[in-house]
């Protein structure tokens, strides 16, 4: 637990909890009879722009997932094999320790965890005249639907945007928060 209080312009109590790693530094000072310097920050979590940071990639990630859909939307091909298949990003909540690694180390936010191929069946037409088609004279499109990746690109353009108003508003309360401590 942290406890403080302002007793009058030039004062500040503060209590640490025993057992919080803030007390350390405290009882060093304490024991050579000098006072300790703080720093203080009020109205955000550290791990803000953190959490924001892995929605950013994330969503990052589904932008150029979307696009790179677009750009094979129109390839055909001889074989349903070799058709392209969409891809989608599935995310994951880092709600767990053991789903954190050293790129993501924040509890609470968000990473891509796999890129998965579209279910969607290939659709094949008929089309002699195509270098592509197979001896039947079909060849088979991609299962992009133009669509559904214009809709999947605004929403991850979004999200991406909401996250960057995220970062935004938290150091502009940063920035407040020594503003008024210069005063």
């Not at 060093?28 to 959490?51: D, S």
């Not at 790179?68 to 058709?83: D, M, P, S």
């Amino acid at each position: 637990t942290y406890r403080m209080m302002i007793h009058d312009n030039n004062t500040l109590g503060l209590y640490v909890s025993p057992g919080h790693h803030g007390r350390l530094p405290y009882e060093k000072y304490h024991a050579r009879g000098e006072a300790c310097p703080v720093a203080v920050t009020f109205g955000q979590h550290p791990l803000v722009l953190g959490i924001a940071g892995t929605a950013l990639n994330s969503q990052l990630v589904h932008m150029n997932t979307t696009a790179f859909n677009l750009a094979n939307a129109g390839t055909v091909a001889k074989t349903e094999g070799e058709a392209f298949r969409a891809k989608r990003p599935v995310f994951k909540a880092l709600l767990k320790d053991e789903f954190t690694n050293a790129g993501f180390p924040y509890l609470g936010g968000v990473k891509v965890d796999q890129v998965v191929d579209d279910p969607t069946p290939i659709r094949s037409i008929f089309d002699p005249g195509n270098p592509s088609a197979d001896e039947k004279g079909y060849v088979y499109l991609s299962n992009v639907n133009e669509m559904q990746e214009m809709v999947e690109m605004m929403a991850a353009s979004r999200s991406y945007q909401n996250n960057v108003e995220v970062v935004n508003t938290a150091r502009q309360l940063m920035m407040r928060t020594l503003d008024i401590t210069k005063s």
